[in-house]
Each structure stands twice: as C-alpha cells, then as structure tokens.
Antibody, heavy 121, light 109 residues
Framework: QVQLVQSGAEVKKPGASVKLSCKASGYTFTTYTIHWVRQAPGQRLEWMGWINSGNGNTKYSQKFQGRVTITRDTSANTAYMELSSLKSEDTAVYYCARDSPTIWGSWLDPWGQGTLVTVSS | QSVLTQPPSVSGAPGQRVTISCTGS?????????VHWYQQLPGTAPKLLIHGNNNRPSGVPDRFSGSKSGTSASLAISGLQAEDEADYYC??????????FGGGTKLTV
C-alpha cells in the first residue's frame, strides 16, 4: 500500500537548521509531487511547499520563502524538507503528504505520520 | 489568518446532522478549484475525507458529504456519532499554485 514514513523527532536550538525526511513506498516515487505541511501545537494546518519528485521543481509558501528548501533523492524514494534560522514559533509537527493531481487542483493523500520539531534554548 | 474561512467550532447531538462551511475567494474556490476535506483525530495525521468537492474515498461512510457553490463549500455529517468528534479542515488551491487550508473546525458530539 502507499505509505509515507517520516524521520524521528528533533530538538533544535534557535538559529539552527533542521532537515526532515519522508520515505515513500508502494508507488512510483517520481510520478507524484510531495507536499510539506506543518501544525503548531493547537493550531491549524499550514502549507509550506511542494516538490515535483520527477523533475525536482519546487514551489514554496511566501511565508517560508528563503528559509525552506525541499529536495528529493529519487534513488532512495525520499523527499526532504530543510528549515533554517529556527525560532521557537517553528515548534510544530511537520507532515509530508502525497499529491493527487486533477485539472482543478489536487488533494493530499496519504500523509506521513508527522515529525515533531521542538525549538528551544 | 487562513485563506479559507471556517467556523472555529460546531456541535451536535448523536444522530443529528451538522454542516461546516468553508469560504474562499475568487482566487481559489471561486476560480474553479476543487475543495477537499480532512478529518484529524487528536494526536493523529489528517485523513482525507472528501476529495473533488463531493467524492468519498473508499472506506469513508456515506454519512459524510460535500458540496461547493461559488466561492464556498460545505461538509455535511449526518447521523452524528461520538467517533466523529475531531477537527475538520477544508483545502483548495489558489491561482499561484499554492495549497490553501481553512483554519479548521472542531466538532463536538
């Protein structure tokens, strides 16, 4: 079955960077775009960006532009999300999700289990 | 704040029907982009509930239904059950090829 498995929890100090992974299985990795979405404690879902796993093209939310980098390794069927200059407000669960495209936009399914990133001095 | 607007909370008794609205603009829902809905149980990842405005993935009960009109969409849940208590999010696209979410609605049964 289609599955996304994310890397484990991270604790980082303010100003540091974090790089999370999302390993895909059960489908041809290069056929689908991967999105990254985060959720701060008790808060809403917040879209961060996507990567076309085939050609590597990316699109980032304006909010994170300049701080986020999404990459992929097709040999490992894995997408990565790196967030730099971390602040306490970046404490959140970070999810990856597979894109299901249509002419009129796409939905996200399935989702990874999430990775908790805690930013604290 | 969120690009798509949802009520923060709704509630209903077991067996009743509730609806959750999702209001966008001419650059997202009003531009023709589909609306999708997710259910998030406490401590878990969001789960796709409705895609393409009114389509249920396999395994989602037909108590859940969606609709879209103009710049808005709605999720209806009939025959409320205790297990439906969760957060619900709408999602669409906007003309800048960005994914947009609603602020989420907490359903209390």
């Amino acid at each position: 079955q289609v599955q996304l498995v994310q890397s484990g929890a991270e604790v980082k100090k303010p100003g540091a960077s974090v790089k999370l992974s999302c390993k895909a299985s059960g489908y041809t990795f290069t056929t689908y775009t991967i999105h990254w979405v985060r959720q701060a404690p008790g808060q809403r879902l917040e879209w961060m960006g996507w990567i076309n796993s085939g050609n590597g093209n990316t699109k980032y939310s304006q909010k994170f532009q300049g701080r986020v980098t999404i990459t992929r390794d097709t040999s490992a069927n894995t997408a990565y999300m790196e967030l730099s200059s971390l602040k306490s407000e970046d404490t959140a669960v970070y999810y990856c999700a597979r894109d299901s495209p249509t002419i009129w936009g796409s939905w996200l399914d399935p989702w990874g289990q999430g990775t908790l990133v805690t930013v604290s001095s | 704040q969120s690009v798509l607007t949802q009520p923060p909370s709704v509630s209903g008794a077991p067996g009743q029907r509730v609806t959750i609205s999702c209001t966008g603009s001419s650059s997202n829902i009003g531009a023709g982009y589909d609306v999708h809905w997710y259910q998030q149980l406490p401590g878990t990842a969001p789960k796709l509930l409705i895609h393409g405005n009114n389509n249920r993935p396999s395994g989602v009960p037909d108590r859940f239904s969606g609709s879209k009109s103009g710049t808005s969409a709605s999720l209806a849940i009939s025959g409320l059950q205790a297990e439906d208590e969760a957060d619900y999010y709408c999602q669409s696209y906007d003309s800048s090829l960005s994914v947009v979410f609603g602020g989420g609605t907490k359903l209390t049964v």
